[in-house]
T-cell receptor
């Protein structure tokens, strides 16, 4: 158990819909990272937050947005969903800002029909 | 941003053989070099890491070697076992930067046959 909690574990929805994925980092970790992993694909970096502030952005679509709240949990919002958004979405946390080990959650599997 | 390449993309070995996976990176400022293991249906987990002031680090059957001049580092697994079958990722970055996209390599699928 990494200590990172992601909900929901599985989500099935239709094209055009909007979903929110939630992540609770390990206790004491200030950084949260979001990654997308499609079938047979590697881990695509989406966005990083540190202590409530956005610090780095990858190739995140404009239809996607995220935030980190004062209690350090984070949410990834995906809107106007398309079939190609079906993927595993991972949240990972780190103690500080680029300090070392990333701790990953078990992922949220999104299926868009 | 950092360009990260891993080779090979797939590696099949017999139990007991050794396996080596190489990671090449572009950012000369990178100073932290981790390897992650992802088992089926799970999130990646750190198995070994090295910092730039060290050339090699070993932990039982796994080791990481670093060549900063050539900008590559490698994961070595000796006496492979079926439970080593997984996807392995590298993710080098600059720990001194306040900004990092933490780019992962595309992964190497290791298959260990009994």
């Amino acid at each position: 158990d990494s200590g990172v909690t992601q909900t929901p574990k599985h989500l099935i929805t239709a094209t055009g819909q909007r979903v929110t994925l939630r992540c609770s980092p390990r206790s004491g970790d200030l950084s949260v990272y979001w990654y997308q992993q499609s079938l047979d694909q590697g881990l695509q970096f989406l966005i990083q937050y540190y202590n409530g502030e956005e610090r780095a952005k990858g190739n995140i679509l404009e239809r996607f947005s995220a935030q980190q709240f004062p209690d350090l949990h984070s949410e990834l919002n995906l809107s106007s969903l398309e079939l190609g958004d079906s993927a595993l979405y991972f949240c990972a946390s780190m103690r500080g800002l680029n300090t070392g080990e990333l701790f990953f959650g078990e992922g949220s599997r999104l299926t868009v029909l | 941003g950092e360009n990260v390449e891993q080779h090979p993309s797939t590696l099949s070995v017999q139990e007991g053989d050794s396996a080596v996976i190489k990671c090449t990176y572009s950012d000369s400022a990178s100073n932290y070099f981790p390897w992650y293991k992802q088992e089926l249906g799970k999130g990646p987990q750190l198995i070994i890491d090295i910092r730039s002031n060290v050339g090699e680090k070993k932990d039982q059957r796994i080791a990481v070697t670093l060549n900063k001049t050539a900008k590559h580092f490698s994961l070595h697994i000796t006496e492979t076992q079926p439970e080593d079958s997984a996807v392995y990722f590298c993710a080098p970055f600059d720990g001194n930067s306040g900004y990092s996209t933490l780019t992962f390599g595309k992964g190497t699928m290791l298959l260990v046959s009994p």
